[in-house]
């Protein structure tokens, strides 16, 4: 599985969940790019974020059409 951060400073790999945990702390706009895996490693990355339960399953859902919800104080994007 591969997971990157794409943001104002550019892109770049995360070497584990603390990466990303890092980057939802600066509470800046940044897209996460999660690549590979089984579904089993991706749960367990998504849940050491922090992330509510439903972004967790929205991220989840691969092999979908893109979709977008747009709410306060949260931007939801999955491609």
Known sequence: MVVMIIDAIGVRSTVDAADVTRQ????RFFW???FGGDAPTRLLHLGQLG???G???W???FG???RM????EKLRVVT
Do not use: F, V
């Open 55 to 57: 972004d967790i399953t």
């Open 32 to 34: 996460l790019d999660i």
């Open 51 to 53: 992330l509510e339960p």
């Open 24 to 27: 939802i702390g600066t509470e």
């Open 59 to 61: 991220a989840l859902r």
């Open 69 to 72: 919800h747009i709410g306060p």
């Open 64 to 66: 979908q059409a893109g």
